[in-house]
């Protein structure tokens, strides 16, 4: 996903929960990975969102979603995908 987000002219930057250095190679693009977070550090997760004021968020991890993710960015008004 990090690949196609990157190869996109409507991204400029992609922040990935966990990820991984290797999602930084060859992408032209600005890639922040967090390895330290798991996907369902929620608060953690909103403040990131808050803080780099993200305009879309793709949740792909089923334990995301079933501890609350979605819901949580919805009501921040964020545009989800996933």
Same mark, same amino acid.
């Given at each position: 996903?990090?690949?196609? $987000?990157? &190869?996109s002219q409507n991204v400029d930057k992609i922040m990935a929960v966990p990820g991984n250095d290797l999602? =930084? #190679?060859?992408?032209?693009?600005?890639?922040?990975? $967090?390895? &330290?977070?798991?996907?369902?550090?929620?608060?953690?997760?909103?403040?990131?969102?808050?803080?780099? =004021? #993200?305009?879309?968020?793709?949740?792909?991890?089923?334990?995301?979603?079933?501890?609350?993710?979605?819901?949580?960015?919805?009501?921040?008004?964020?545009?989800?995908?996933?």
């Amino acid at each position: 996903m990090v690949d196609k $987000y990157s &190869q996109s002219q409507n991204v400029d930057k992609i922040m990935a929960v966990p990820g991984n250095d290797l999602m =930084k #190679v060859n992408s032209e693009k600005l890639i922040e990975t $967090y390895p &330290q977070l798991k996907t369902t550090d929620i608060p953690e997760i909103l403040e990131i969102c808050r803080r780099k =004021k #993200v305009a879309l968020v793709d949740v792909a991890q089923d334990n995301a979603v079933e501890a609350g993710l979605v819901n949580s960015l919805q009501k921040m008004g964020i545009p989800i995908r996933g």
